[in-house]
């Protein structure tokens, strides 16, 4: 029997999983389990390797299983998302700290008076200080302006940057913004997203940002200060020689992205797989040992959101526990 995913019927494989269960521990009869679960045939074999690719049956043989326990599939099944997530995140660190011995090399030679024009660095806190240098750039540039987030950030200062775009644009300056595409699932930043659309902001996405920076006309880059806290102060950093490198990895991720035209054109993937993308992040962040206050700090959301997101999320996949969700998650290949 299938879903209408076109999926195995899940109750069935869990039928078939607490029979094999209940058994005496050890490599037991799959076939005696098939028979009292009342299965038979192609869709038996079709439940035995759903399990075991959920990790919840070991095979040990043509007739023979041996049950594992819940809770050891679900440390497997974190153990191999955490261990992709550590791969993406050694990735990002590598990039970041390539781009930090550029920054220290351009800035020797700046200060030793070498070639290339000079280079200066300035480092600013507190809120009236951040929003002066970016209302600074929306004002002085003169060709392009551009910038990525690859985290959310909150609601209340959307209306203040869609001013400064409006600022830039008006100006006759290209102003262009990458965001990763996890943002898609929190509706206020959806709204956002079409707001700099219509008003001409070039807006794309992508799977993965490397980290929060806005780049004015190739000779001034802001960067956060804390990359785990990107708004609480900023690296200025002016000059050509220096800036002309972020604003080529700015190049390359903008090559790569994706363009959004606005939320009507997203598709609509429907069903248990119409998961929101803050979801979906939530429940890949989860399978990757995060708690509650890391998570709610990504996606730029209180406490009580998160565990809502969590409640809403189980009772979409069906399931009763984190774990069941992050079993039926794992089948319909949202941990990918």
Not at 146 to 167: C, G, N, T, W, Y
Not at 264 to 290: C, F, I, K, N, S
Request: proline fraction near 4%.
């Amino acid at each position: 029997m299938t879903t209408e995913f076109g999926a195995l019927d899940g109750e069935a494989t869990m039928a078939l999983y607490r029979e094999l269960r209940g058994r005496a521990r050890g490599a037991g009869g799959f076939r005696e389990a098939v028979e009292a679960a009342g299965l038979e045939g192609p869709e038996a074999k079709a439940h035995r390797e759903e399990l075991v690719r959920l990790g919840l049956i070991d095979d040990a043989g043509e007739d023979a299983v041996v049950p594992v326990r819940p809770e050891v599939a679900l440390r497997r099944l974190l153990a191999r998302e955490r261990q992709a997530m550590l791969a993406r995140e050694r990735e990002a660190a590598s990039a970041y700290a390539a781009l930090g011995e550029l920054a220290e090399r351009y800035l020797r030679e700046g200060e030793s008076g070498g070639a290339g024009s000079p280079v200066e660095i300035e480092v600013i806190t507190g809120r009236p200080g951040i929003d002066q240098i970016l209302l600074e750039i929306a004002e002085s540039g003169q060709n392009d302006e551009s910038s990525m987030h690859p985290v959310a950030f909150q609601q209340k200062h959307l209306d203040e940057s869609l001013e400064r775009d409006r600022i830039s644009l008006d100006r006759g300056v290209r102003r262009r913004t990458l965001y990763s595409r996890r943002l898609l699932g929190l509706p206020y930043l959806v709204q956002h997203f079409d707001d700099q659309v219509r008003i001409g902001v070039e807006v794309r996405t992508a799977p993965a940002v490397p980290l929060t920076m806005m780049i004015m006309d190739a000779r001034l880059a802001l960067l956060p200060l804390d990359l785990d806290r990107p708004r609480d102060g900023l690296i200025v950093a002016r000059g050509s020689a220096l800036v002309r490198s972020y604003a080529a990895l700015f190049e390359y991720c903008w090559m790569t992205a994706t363009p959004y035209t606005g939320a009507a054109a997203e598709p609509d993937r429907g069903g248990a797989d119409a998961l929101t993308e803050q979801q979906v992040l939530a429940l890949r962040m989860l399978a990757g040992g995060a708690k509650d206050e890391r998570i709610a700090r990504a996606l730029g959301v209180s406490l009580r959101t998160v565990s809502r997101l969590l409640s809403e999320l189980m009772q979409q996949l069906g399931a009763s526990s984190r774990f069941e969700a992050g079993v039926r998650a794992a089948r319909l290949g949202l941990l990918d």
